[in-house]
């Protein structure tokens, strides 16, 4: 395990989701066994990101809600030589989670100059989201005590519409109230989250409230809240798609790099050649 880094050095993070796994090792989601899977993309993180400061896994570790899918994978991801961190999704029992991953599941970590603050957004019995009241209160409060820190936020299900009508049924109910207080957080300087199975890179025009504005004169805004979502280290839904559908692109990753002075660079890692398949016929799972 490496050791904190100093506070004026550019950190990695490399995020992966959505790997479902099932209580049987063997388990296969839409035709592809999701541990082979996990095992590939794990496999390229180690070699390709040699230099990463924190792995974060962002929901649905499992497919069947079993505490030993969350302890397997726990288990797998321990051979990538760096801190993890990790959130559940719709799929995740919350009480299996948090058995299994106890102080790693903590909603707030500090590293180099940044903040990461993992919110649960989940909602007992549904596969769509919403933030408890408890959890926006997590959020400004983790924020404010941050001072100085630049801020990472991750969660599981997408705020934003992906333009997939039956994907966009299950978004955070109330996206608007998360935006209200992260529009008043200017060191928050990306949201990150999974669930969707496909790669998404924008960014949301926050207006400014600091300082006081003429009447009818709208604030200025600022282009500073970077937008992220991540491919599966499974199976792929297809981008744009009025119903069900899977992709065919491989299964992978993203890595982060959080410079000390607020700025950010990313990408996707694709995983080819692991001869995983999946059903693209499928109508659902």
């Not at 899977?246 to 080819?272: E, F, I, K, N, Q």
Request: charge should be negative; proline fraction near 7%.
């Amino acid at each position: 395990m490496k050791d904190t880094p100093p506070p004026d050095q550019s950190i990695v993070v490399v995020q992966v989701t959505d790997p479902h796994l099932y209580e049987d090792p063997s388990g296969c989601l839409l035709g592809v066994q999701t541990d082979a899977s996990l095992r590939g993309v794990l496999r390229h993180i180690i070699e390709y990101q040699p230099d990463i400061g924190l792995l974060l896994a962002t929901g649905d570790i499992s497919q069947d809600g079993s505490l030993a899918a969350q302890q397997r994978f726990l288990r797998l991801a321990a051979d990538v030589p760096a801190p993890l961190r990790g959130l559940p999704g719709n799929h995740d029992a919350g009480q299996a989670f948090h058995q299994a991953w106890g102080e790693q599941a903590d909603p707030v970590k500090d590293i180099g100059r940044w903040r990461l603050i993992m919110l649960d957004t989940r909602v007992p019995g549904s596969n769509a989201g919403r933030l408890a009241e408890a959890q926006l209160e997590l959020l400004l409060s983790a924020a404010q005590e941050a001072h100085d820190k630049h801020i990472l936020v991750a969660l599981h299900h997408n705020p934003i519409a992906m333009g997939s009508a039956w994907l966009d049924t299950m978004t955070i109910a109330n996206a608007s109230a998360l935006f209200d207080i992260l529009e008043r957080l200017p060191r928050v300087r990306a949201l990150l989250w999974g669930h969707v199975h496909q790669e998404y890179d924008g960014f949301h025009e926050c207006a400014d409230r600091a300082g006081r504005q003429s009447p009818g004169v709208r604030p200025p805004a600022r282009r500073g809240l970077r937008l992220l979502s991540t491919p599966s280290t499974c199976v792929q839904f297809t981008p744009g798609s009025r119903t069900f559908s899977l992709d065919s692109a491989a299964p992978g990753y993203r890595w982060l790099v959080l410079h000390p002075d607020g700025r950010l660079d990313t990408g996707v890692s694709r995983v080819d050649g692991l001869g995983l398949k999946p059903s693209l016929d499928s109508a659902g799972y």
